[in-house]
């Protein structure tokens, strides 16, 4: 590779990543955690025992200011921190053939323990079904609901090829242990979205997942109030949970580290080139 080439590669990454970069930052982003604050005061020496105790009431208020414009679609996620679902043990217990075809007693050894309760298969079986995400979030501006879209929030290839049209969830959450939320027995797998989500795991410890839309505009300092129930069980792992809103840009959500990438390999090219023509000029040859 030349000198020209690096030069070349430099004033052509330094602005792509300046561009990049101001799209991230146009995005506009609100993040709020809840899983302390939704804890009553005489229950936060011991968050499990309140999590885990039925008798209590879960229901939450969060309320803040929108920082900036927010157009519409804005999108809701939930954001869980220190939450291992890369765990080998527990990205393998799931059976892709039972999600697709239905009840089967063969197959299903991978979901162990949670394959089977009193002698009849569990479907969906599995930890990571078993552990569905199940706190819920109503948003209030000017004391009028802002209605939620939760349709399409479940990428179409895992809807239409990866869970069955057919197949119903059957004997889920029916043990003495309930791990998280549970299904509707009479709506197939193919659209329980929030399983179909639920179910794609992530790679970091850290991670967010789509739970729905806003397709209202946010005007600047308007106060959105967020009506919640905080039954999912984080407390025992010492795990947050956060509630995210977020517009997009052409390139996505917030992300910085693309535009920091481009840039930080421009200027280096540049930087390397400029560093070789000095030394060409100060060491010629006579």
């Excluded at 804005?74 to 679902?85: A, K, R």
């Excluded at 799931?94 to 323990?113: A, V, Y």
Aim: glycine share 6%.
């Amino acid at each position: 590779m030349g000198l020209y080439d690096i030069l070349f590669i430099g004033f052509i990454f330094i602005p792509v990543g300046l561009v990049t970069l101001r799209a991230s930052h146009s995005v506009v982003e609100i993040v709020e955690r809840y899983d302390i604050g939704c804890v009553p005061e005489p229950f936060r020496i011991n968050k499990v025992s309140y999590i885990q105790d039925d008798s209590i009431p879960k229901n939450c208020s969060l309320s803040f200011k929108v920082p900036k414009y927010m157009k519409a679609p804005i999108y809701i996620y939930y954001q869980l921190d220190n939450y291992y679902q890369n765990h080998r043990r527990y990205v393998k217990s799931r059976s892709d053939k039972q999600l697709l075809h239905g009840q089967n007693q063969h197959g299903i050894s991978s979901c162990q323990p949670v394959e089977v309760n009193n002698d009849r298969p569990i479907i969906p079986c599995g930890l990571i079904a078993w552990s569905l995400f199940n706190d819920t979030f109503t948003f209030i501006r000017n004391r009028a609901e802002l209605k939620v879209n939760r349709k399409n929030i479940a990428w179409k290839s895992d809807r239409e090829h990866k869970f069955g049209k057919n197949v119903y969830p059957f004997n889920f959450q029916n043990g003495t242990l309930i791990g998280g939320g549970k299904l509707n027995p009479r709506i197939p797998l193919s659209d329980q979205e929030d399983l179909i989500v639920w179910m794609r795991t992530s790679a970091l410890p850290s991670f967010r997942k789509l739970y729905g839309r806003i397709e209202k505009d946010l005007d600047v300092d308007d106060v959105v109030v967020v009506h919640l129930m905080n039954n999912y069980n984080t407390y025992s792992f010492g795990g947050k949970k956060k509630l995210v809103l977020s517009t997009t840009s052409w390139l996505g959500g917030k992300n910085d580290f693309l535009g920091l990438a481009y840039v930080f390999i421009g200027s280096s090219s540049v930087t390397i080139a400029v560093v070789f023509t000095l030394l060409h000029l100060l060491s010629q040859r006579h």
